[in-house]
């Protein structure tokens, strides 16, 4: 029988995160082939992930993390299932772990087939569902880039954003945050009214009509007068026509305006549930 010893152990547990015991365990039953013992590793991972296949990761941590040059930004959530586990430290490190991974990666797709210490990042999940004994997923992926990125996450990382710019001014990094802490806090639905999905705009122009033949107004005016309440979704619901948290009496655009001939052209917000 090999001999199994404390270094050993620790080194396993740096590799795959597992706790102690698990290690000792595997590396025993892989007669102290290291490889192996990290198969062995992953195998348990795999029974404990397919038994809580059913599970509802609704809890996790949302990371929104940038590159050097802030010209990129990526931003996931790496669910779970208790808050208990989603608010942990080593969890947490994780996902920014994975986050600063996403960077380099177009794709949800591509994310999960990367290299991630000698496995791919769906692998990962899997090894650590075994460790925690809770379902992990990437509920969320997105990317933006942008002449200049910023990123807000919210505190108990409960909402990541990302803001891309025009122009990366003299106080981008400033407004850049500003901008990503209003979509975290008012939820747009998009940046502006050409983001707005047609659909989502005819069923509003619907209910406003109902609100107004509710009112008893008459039926040849409806139309005009639903253009108008659709003019007022659009200034509570797109980003760039949002009045700015800080100082309501200018947009959002009028406030990128104040650093100079820079706009907003893209954001993007995730959420944990």
Excluded: W
């Excluded at 609704?58 to 990526?74: F, L, M």
């Excluded at 009509?209 to 039926?219: M, S, W």
């Amino acid at each position: 029988m090999a001999k199994i010893t404390a270094a050993d152990v620790n080194k396993l547990r740096k590799t795959t995160g597992a706790g102690m015991m698990d290690c000792k365990k595997a590396l025993v039953e892989a007669e102290g082939d290291f490889d192996k013992a990290i198969e062995i590793l992953r195998k348990k991972g795999q029974k404990v992930a397919a038994k809580r296949a059913d599970r509802e990761s609704t809890e996790g941590a949302a990371i929104a993390k940038v590159n050097a040059d802030n010209t990129v930004g990526a931003a996931i959530v790496l669910g779970c299932e208790t808050d208990f586990v989603g608010k942990n430290d080593n969890f947490v490190a994780l996902a920014t772990e994975l986050a600063n991974l996403a960077l380099d990666y177009a794709s949800k797709e591509e994310f999960l087939a990367a290299d991630f210490g000698g496995m791919t990042v769906a692998d990962k999940l899997i090894e650590q569902t075994g460790v925690i004994g809770e379902k992990l997923e990437i509920k969320s992926f997105e990317k933006v880039e942008a002449p200049f990125v910023g990123s807000y996450i919210h505190a108990g990382n409960k909402i990541a954003t990302l803001v891309g710019l025009s122009a990366a001014e003299e106080g981008a990094n400033v407004v850049a945050k500003d901008v990503a802490m209003q979509a975290a806090a008012m939820n747009p639905i998009a940046l502006n009214e050409e983001g707005v999905d047609a659909a989502v705009i005819e069923k509003e122009i619907e209910i406003a009509k109902d609100q107004l033949r509710q009112e008893g107004k008459p039926e040849a005016m409806l139309e005009n007068i639903a253009k108008g309440k659709i003019k007022r979704f659009f200034k509570d619901n797109t980003l760039v026509n949002q009045m700015f948290i800080k100082d309501n009496k200018k947009t959002v655009a009028e406030y990128v305006k104040s650093i100079g001939d820079v706009n907003v052209v893209d954001f993007k917000r995730i959420a944990l549930g």
